[in-house]
């Protein structure tokens, strides 16, 4: 360690040294499909990363009603699409917190829904996933004991390593707008608890809610900083929770999830810039929640961060209930429509290994 070089930068030379190692390795392949490079998934909520015949398997397993009761009807009720897209509040209430949610509750279920998401993610062509999560929606309103779910969650993300020994994960704790400030100090203190163990990092997630004062985070982030948690932060989505510049100054997040509506705002942009902070996109959540209207709306948000030299990765936030929308055939779209090139996607994908918040690679970061 050289004078003024922190851990995080040697840990983030290590990422790219291990990154370069892949791309090598990767290039001797012979696959068809873009990209043959691979790839890091930053941001994608596990209620929304179970594939949907497991969550119909875990419906029936349980005798949990459905909305309808045959499975394409099923698949197309939870799925979205850009051509059938939903405003984020409506599939909030209607699909996700009603359906998504409950499904992958419980011990048997999430442990399940990380194994099977991060193993899944692996076979395609993903070697560093970090999932996220808020626990306290997944405990069937505390009928479940928190640290036995976590416990759960942990058991899952281990086998998934121990299986794919090329594999790096580790799991986001999401507290929430909408709760209030006793409920998401425990989710903080819990990923503090057990951070060791594979939580890696904290994220404020859920819409905007009157009454959400990020200020009354400040301490609690700077002890989860100092107990070496990442800080990532849903901001600059949609316009009733674009409070970017209040995260960046009360909680110094190194990631911002979205924050495409920086592309607006040239002086935020600098700042970003300045301060390193590297914003997780997820386009087509983007343009199926109506985030953004179109795919010409996508691309002017790309082509802006891109001239004003923001950092960003690309990720798929809902992967399963988005038609198409796992990341490789994202990485894909995203250069046959001509809205990132190549070089750009590459870089894309460095990024993300580079701003993960896993500290070492495989199952042996946690031992
Ligand atoms: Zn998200």
Same mark, same amino acid.
């Given at each position: 360690?050289?004078?003024?070089?922190?851990?995080?930068?040697?840990?983030?030379?290590?990422?790219?040294?291990?990154?370069?190692?892949?791309?090598?390795?990767?290039?001797?392949?012979?696959?068809?499909?873009?990209?043959?490079?691979?790839?890091?998934?930053?941001?994608?909520?596990?209620?929304?990363?179970?594939?949907?015949?497991?969550?119909?398997?875990?419906?029936?397993?349980?005798?949990?009603?459905?909305?309808?009761?045959?499975?394409?009807?099923?698949?197309?009720?939870?799925?979205?699409?850009?051509?059938?897209?939903?405003?984020?509040?409506?599939?909030?209430?209607?699909?996700?917190?009603?359906?998504?949610?409950?499904?992958?509750?419980?011990?048997?279920?999430?442990?399940?829904?990380?194994?099977?998401?991060?193993?899944?993610?692996?076979?395609?062509?993903?070697?560093?996933?970090?999932?996220?999560?808020?626990?306290?929606?997944?405990?069937?309103?505390?009928?479940?004991?928190?640290?036995?779910?976590?416990?759960?969650?942990?058991?899952?993300?281990?086998?998934?390593?121990?299986?794919?020994?090329?594999?790096?994960?580790?799991?986001? /704790?999401? !507290?929430?707008?909408?709760? &209030? #400030?006793?409920? %998401?100090?425990?989710?903080?203190?819990?990923? $503090?608890?057990? +951070?060791?163990?594979?939580?890696?990092?904290?994220?404020?997630?859920?819409?905007?809610?009157?009454? /959400?004062? !990020?200020?009354?985070?400040? &301490? #609690?982030?700077? %002890?989860?900083?100092?107990?070496?948690?990442? $800080?990532?932060? +849903?901001?600059?989505?949609?316009?009733?929770?674009?409070?970017?510049?209040?995260?960046?100054?009360?909680?110094?997040?190194?990631?911002?999830?979205?924050?495409?509506?920086?592309?607006?705002?040239?002086?935020?942009?600098?700042?970003?810039?300045?301060?390193?902070?590297?914003?997780?996109?997820?386009?087509?959540?983007?343009?199926?929640?109506?985030?953004?209207?179109?795919?010409?709306?996508?691309?002017?948000?790309?082509?802006?961060?891109?001239?004003?030299?923001?950092?960003?990765?690309?990720?798929?936030?809902?992967?399963?209930?988005?038609?198409?929308?796992?990341?490789?055939?994202?990485?894909?779209?995203?250069?046959?429509?001509?809205?990132?090139?190549?070089?750009?996607?590459?870089?894309?994908?460095?990024?993300?290994?580079?701003?993960?918040?896993?500290?070492?690679?495989?199952?042996?970061?946690?031992?």
């Amino acid at each position: 360690m050289t004078d003024g070089e922190t851990w995080l930068n040697i840990l983030a030379r290590e990422r790219t040294f291990r990154y370069n190692l892949s791309m090598e390795q990767s290039s001797l392949q012979t696959k068809n499909t873009y990209p043959t490079y691979p790839l890091a998934e930053l941001h994608a909520h596990l209620g929304t990363s179970v594939a949907p015949p497991i969550l119909w398997q875990i419906a029936h397993d349980r005798g949990i009603k459905l909305p309808k009761s045959e499975y394409h009807e099923f698949r197309d009720y939870i799925t979205l699409s850009p051509e059938r897209p939903m405003p984020l509040n409506d599939y909030f209430s209607q699909v996700y917190h009603n359906i998504l949610d409950p499904l992958s509750s419980g011990t048997w279920a999430v442990e399940s829904a990380v194994y099977n998401t991060m193993s899944g993610a692996y076979r395609n062509g993903i070697e560093l996933i970090e999932l996220r999560t808020n626990p306290m929606k997944h405990n069937f309103n505390n009928e479940v004991d928190l640290d036995h779910l976590i416990m759960a969650m942990l058991r899952g993300m281990e086998r998934a390593l121990l299986e794919h020994s090329k594999l790096s994960a580790g799991i986001i /704790f999401c !507290i929430a707008r909408e709760f &209030d #400030v006793e409920r %998401n100090k425990i989710i903080i203190e819990k990923a $503090i608890k057990y +951070h060791k163990r594979g939580v890696v990092a904290i994220d404020i997630a859920g819409p905007g809610t009157p009454g /959400f004062d !990020i200020t009354a985070y400040k &301490d #609690v982030f700077e %002890n989860a900083r100092a107990a070496g948690l990442g $800080i990532t932060v +849903h901001s600059g989505e949609a316009l009733d929770a674009n409070d970017m510049w209040e995260a960046l100054e009360n909680l110094r997040p190194s990631r911002i999830g979205h924050g495409i509506l920086a592309s607006r705002d040239p002086a935020l942009m600098d700042e970003l810039v300045t301060r390193g902070v590297v914003l997780e996109i997820c386009p087509l959540s983007n343009l199926a929640t109506a985030a953004l209207a179109n795919e010409e709306a996508l691309r002017a948000t790309l082509r802006t961060l891109v001239d004003h030299g923001v950092k960003f990765c690309i990720n798929t936030d809902w992967p399963e209930v988005i038609e198409d929308g796992h990341l490789q055939k994202q990485y894909r779209m995203l250069l046959e429509k001509g809205m990132l090139t190549d070089a750009e996607l590459r870089t894309s994908a460095r990024t993300a290994f580079e701003a993960s918040f896993i500290p070492g690679p495989g199952l042996s970061a946690y031992l």
